[in-house]
């Protein structure tokens, strides 16, 4: 778990982002139709599409990328446009299947597949 700094110089642990009730069923399927998979990479864009995705232990594809909205027939007419640019994601997380990679590798993979982001 990250640990974040507040203002007053304390430092506080990250909560780390879960599964919504209405991705969970997604996340099953995705799981079950990728055998080398340790979790589903979930991307929450800020127009309330999703975009998962299966990956292995080395951070690699295990799936394709699936991308859909809840409650809806289609994706937004934005994420038809540009399939669901990461300028516009709002969270991202990866829903580790159990037993889960040790801390460290699930570190390398997250780097892998949404990239590091320097800290300053």
């Known amino acids: 778990m990250k640990q974040l700094k507040k203002a007053n110089g304390k430092k506080q642990q990250?909560?780390?982002?879960?599964?919504?009730?209405?991705?969970?069923?997604?996340?099953?399927?995705?799981?079950?139709g990728s055998p080398d998979a340790v979790g589903v990479?979930?991307?929450?864009?800020?127009?309330?599409?999703?975009?998962?995705?299966?990956?292995?232990?080395e951070g690699e594809p295990a799936s394709k990328v699936i991308i859909y909205r809840d409650n809806s027939l289609n994706v937004c007419d934005q994420c038809k446009e540009d399939d669901g640019a990461y300028i516009r994601v709002?969270?991202?997380?990866?829903?580790?299947?159990?037993p889960a990679p040790e801390p460290e590798r699930q570190e390398i993979i997250a780097g892998k597949v949404f990239g590091t982001v320097p800290t300053h």
Do not use: N, T, Y
């Open 14 to 32: 990250k909560k780390p982002i879960s599964a919504e009730k209405s991705e969970e069923a997604m996340i099953g399927g995705i799981i079950e």
């Open 41 to 57: 990479a979930v991307l929450r864009l800020a127009c309330g599409c999703r975009k998962m995705a299966a990956v292995d232990k």
């Open 90 to 98: 709002r969270e991202s997380f990866i829903h580790w299947i159990e």
